[in-house]
Protein backbone atom coordinates (compact mmCIF):
# COMPACT_ATOMS: atom_id res chain seq x y z
CA UNK A 1 0.00 0.00 0.00
CA UNK A 2 1.73 3.61 -1.01
CA UNK A 3 2.12 5.75 1.95
CA UNK A 4 3.30 9.44 2.01
CA UNK A 5 3.59 11.52 5.09
CA UNK A 6 4.16 15.09 4.86
CA UNK A 7 5.66 17.61 7.31
CA UNK A 8 7.73 20.67 7.36
CA UNK A 9 5.03 22.96 6.94
CA UNK A 10 4.33 25.83 9.34
CA UNK A 11 4.45 30.16 9.46
CA UNK A 12 6.68 31.94 7.56
CA UNK A 13 7.49 35.27 7.00
CA UNK A 14 7.42 36.67 2.86
CA UNK A 15 11.16 35.78 1.52
CA UNK A 16 11.49 33.36 4.32
CA UNK A 17 12.28 29.43 3.58
CA UNK A 18 10.48 25.98 4.69
CA UNK A 19 11.70 22.85 3.69
CA UNK A 20 9.10 19.99 2.87
CA UNK A 21 9.17 16.00 3.99
CA UNK A 22 7.81 13.78 2.37
CA UNK A 23 8.19 10.05 3.97
CA UNK A 24 7.27 6.86 2.07
CA UNK A 25 6.05 3.22 3.26
CA UNK A 26 4.99 0.66 2.48
CA UNK A 27 5.85 -0.04 -0.95
CA UNK A 28 9.07 0.13 -2.87
CA UNK A 29 9.79 3.83 -2.96
CA UNK A 30 12.64 3.61 -5.74
CA UNK A 31 10.54 2.48 -8.29
CA UNK A 32 8.14 5.45 -8.22
CA UNK A 33 8.01 9.29 -9.42
CA UNK A 34 7.28 11.76 -6.40
CA UNK A 35 4.88 14.74 -6.97
CA UNK A 36 4.43 17.49 -4.53
CA UNK A 37 0.69 19.11 -5.01
CA UNK A 38 -0.47 22.25 -3.43
CA UNK A 39 -3.80 23.33 -2.89
CA UNK A 40 -5.12 26.88 -1.69
CA UNK A 41 -8.59 27.61 -0.14
CA UNK A 42 -10.99 28.16 -3.34
CA UNK A 43 -8.55 26.97 -5.51
CA UNK A 44 -8.22 23.92 -7.71
CA UNK A 45 -5.00 21.54 -6.45
CA UNK A 46 -1.96 21.81 -8.91
CA UNK A 47 0.53 20.36 -9.66
CA UNK A 48 4.37 22.47 -8.08
CA UNK A 49 7.17 20.02 -8.23
CA UNK A 50 8.30 16.20 -9.39
CA UNK A 51 11.24 14.02 -9.59
CA UNK A 52 11.50 10.97 -11.85
CA UNK A 53 12.30 7.30 -10.41
CA UNK A 54 15.05 6.76 -12.82
CA UNK A 55 16.90 9.69 -13.58
CA UNK A 56 16.22 12.03 -10.64
CA UNK A 57 14.84 14.55 -13.80
CA UNK A 58 12.80 17.03 -12.23
CA UNK A 59 9.84 19.19 -12.89
CA UNK A 60 8.82 22.41 -11.28
CA UNK A 61 5.45 24.57 -12.13
CA UNK A 62 6.46 28.38 -13.86
CA UNK A 63 5.02 30.07 -10.75
CA UNK A 64 7.68 28.21 -8.58
CA UNK A 65 10.88 27.71 -11.07
CA UNK A 66 14.00 28.96 -9.53
CA UNK A 67 12.56 29.05 -5.90
CA UNK A 68 11.29 25.57 -5.26
CA UNK A 69 13.63 22.92 -5.01
CA UNK A 70 12.91 18.69 -5.05
CA UNK A 71 14.92 16.02 -4.35
CA UNK A 72 14.66 12.55 -2.89
CA UNK A 73 17.07 10.51 -0.57
CA UNK A 74 16.23 6.71 -1.36
CA UNK A 75 18.15 5.50 1.70
CA UNK A 76 15.86 7.36 3.82
CA UNK A 77 12.72 7.12 1.13
CA UNK A 78 11.79 11.10 1.66
CA UNK A 79 11.54 13.58 -1.10
CA UNK A 80 12.19 16.87 0.10
CA UNK A 81 11.06 20.55 -1.15
CA UNK A 82 13.18 23.41 -0.36
CA UNK A 83 11.18 26.12 -0.41
CA UNK A 84 12.81 29.70 -0.34
CA UNK A 85 11.70 33.17 -1.30
CA UNK A 86 8.61 32.63 -0.34
CA UNK A 87 5.23 34.46 -1.54
CA UNK A 88 1.90 35.05 -0.19
CA UNK A 89 0.46 33.72 -2.92
CA UNK A 90 2.61 30.09 -2.11
CA UNK A 91 -0.01 29.71 0.98
CA UNK A 92 -1.57 26.24 0.90
CA UNK A 93 -2.12 22.74 2.18
CA UNK A 94 1.34 20.90 0.41
CA UNK A 95 0.80 17.27 -0.46
CA UNK A 96 3.08 14.57 -2.30
CA UNK A 97 2.05 11.74 -4.03
CA UNK A 98 3.80 9.13 -5.85
CA UNK A 99 2.57 9.27 -9.14
CA UNK A 100 2.68 7.15 -12.73
CA UNK A 101 3.94 10.29 -14.61
CA UNK A 102 4.89 13.44 -13.70
CA UNK A 103 2.70 16.49 -14.95
CA UNK A 104 -0.35 14.23 -14.21
CA UNK A 105 -3.08 14.45 -11.09
CA UNK A 106 -3.56 10.75 -11.08
CA UNK A 107 -1.81 9.45 -8.30
CA UNK A 108 -1.08 6.11 -6.66
CA UNK A 109 -2.82 5.60 -3.89
CA UNK A 110 -4.66 8.66 -1.76
CA UNK A 111 -3.86 11.90 -0.89
CA UNK A 112 -2.62 12.11 2.67
CA UNK A 113 -2.90 15.28 5.08
CA UNK A 114 -1.03 17.52 4.04
CA UNK A 115 1.36 20.23 5.86
CA UNK A 116 0.31 23.21 6.00
CA UNK A 117 2.15 26.35 4.63
CA UNK A 118 0.98 29.86 5.10
CA UNK A 119 3.40 32.84 3.91
CA UNK A 120 2.80 36.63 6.02
CA UNK A 121 3.99 38.82 8.15
Known amino acids: QVQLVESGGGLVQPGGSLRLSCAAS????????IGWFRQAPGKEREGVSC????????HYADSVKGRFTISRDTAKNTVYLQMNSLKPEDTAVYYC??????????????WGQGTQVTVSS
Open 97 to 110: AAVPRCGSQLIFGS
Open 26 to 33: GFTFDYYN
Open 51 to 58: VHSSDFST
